[in-house]
């Protein structure tokens, strides 16, 4: 199988695409404390482009990662509910990113303990991509998940879901 340096893939990253609309402003002022506007966007812009160094996924390029999708599914009361009714109810999420669903999913009352989420969790690239450099796969890059406690200025002790 062919190689394929990742950069020549990379499209550069670009702040004019940042925008939060009031409910998403709302939602990541609480939990990364942070009410400052501009300071809130030079922060979300520093996670953003730690994030594209782990892997250059479309969607933390153009910031999907703060638009909470979730709430908008059919079926998201429904799961809330579950959520408060079943104590063994578990919700897990895949490819979660920075774990905004999961706090949502929180926030609105499922509870945190039935939580469990995964996804890409180092800065190693998958293949068909090749390293940019023999030392890049003995560089520890923080994975999504630890960003996200970067992006919301949390711990796993302050918000302990299993990765």
Request: charged share 25%; proline share 9%; net charge negative.
């Amino acid at each position: 199988m062919d190689t394929v340096d990742r950069k020549e893939l990379e499209l550069p990253l670009n702040d004019g695409l940042y925008h939060l609309e009031p409910e998403e402003k709302e939602f990541f002022d609480r939990w990364t404390g942070i009410h400052d506007e501009d300071e809130l966007k030079r922060h979300i812009l520093d996670c953003q482009a730690k994030a594209y160094a782990v892997f250059p996924y479309p969607c933390i390029r153009t910031f999907s990662f703060l638009r909470l999708k979730i709430m908008n599914l059919p079926g998201y009361q429904n799961l809330l509910k579950l959520g408060r009714e079943r104590k063994d109810a578990i919700f897990v999420e895949f490819a979660a990113c920075f774990g905004q669903e999961l706090r949502k999913v929180v926030q609105d009352g499922f509870p945190l303990d039935n939580i469990v989420a995964t996804d890409r969790n180092s800065g190693t690239p998958s293949l068909p991509f090749a390293a940019p450099h023999p030392t890049y796969l003995f560089t520890p890059i923080p994975g999504f998940w630890e960003l996200g406690h970067q992006l919301f200025n949390s711990t796993p002790q302050t918000f302990p879901v299993p990765f």
